[in-house]
T-cell receptor, first 109, second 113 residues
């Protein structure tokens, strides 16, 4: 089975940087995904990490350490529209792609 | 627009009834996933299909069943509905069901009264 842990909530100020951590334990590992989900809407894909290191995509970056079972999503230059839930998901060998419970980020003016 | 189509958007039904949720994957995607998201809960993996075959099963209730048809669309059947089945049901598709990102439909909001 899988175990994916993320903080429940984070609050930050507009223009700031926030780092959302994700730790996981899984049976086999094929990659780690990050998704954004606004309340009542569908999740949208943000990033995918399969090798160790940092992947940068505009204001969003994602980091992976396979040996530590650890990833983080870095949101820079926060905007009000970034207020959402951020979901970490691990692709295991048994194809049961599971999501963490999500981290709700609130951006304050 | 993710390219994944789910119907209906909303469904209100009574306990004990049976409903069918439909999903058309993004063009070119072979894999379809179903997830349940209850109020203030995370996404719970139900089942995955790849090119018509069941590939992985999560904690899906025996009252629930699904299939993927030759044209790759999928249906999720929920029967003997209970109040606790009220949730948002998402379908997602991906190219290979392993290393490619999931693209989610807008979901079907099921309310059981």
């Amino acid at each position: 089975g899988q175990n994916i842990d993320q903080p429940t909530e984070m609050t930050a100020t507009e223009g700031a940087i926030v780092q959302i951590n994700c730790t996981y334990q899984t049976s086999g590992f094929n990659g780690l995904f990050w998704y954004q989900q606004h309340a009542g809407e569908a999740p949208t894909f943000l990033s995918y990490n399969v090798l160790d290191g940092l992947e940068e995509k505009g204001r969003f970056s994602s980091f992976l350490s396979r040996s530590k079972g650890y990833s983080y999503l870095l949101l820079k230059e926060l905007q009000m529209k970034d207020s959402a839930s951020y979901l970490c998901a691990v692709s295991p060998n048994d194809y049961k792609l599971s999501f963490g419970a999500g981290t709700t980020v609130t951006v304050r003016a | 627009d993710s390219g994944v189509t789910q119907t209906p958007k909303h469904l209100i039904t009574a306990t004990g009834q049976r409903v069918t949720l439909r999903c058309s994957p993004r063009s070119g995607d072979l894999s379809v996933y179903w997830y349940q998201q209850s109020l203030d809960q995370g996404l719970q993996f139900l089942i995955q299909y790849y090119n018509g075959e069941e590939r992985a099963k999560g904690n899906i209730l025996e009252r629930f069943s699904a299939q993927q048809f030759p044209d790759l669309h999928s249906e999720l059947n929920l029967s003997s509905l209970e109040l606790g089945d009220s949730a948002l049901y998402f379908c997602a598709s991906s190219e290979d069901g392993k290393n490619s990102p999931l693209h989610f439909g807008n979901g079907t909001r099921l309310t059981v009264t």
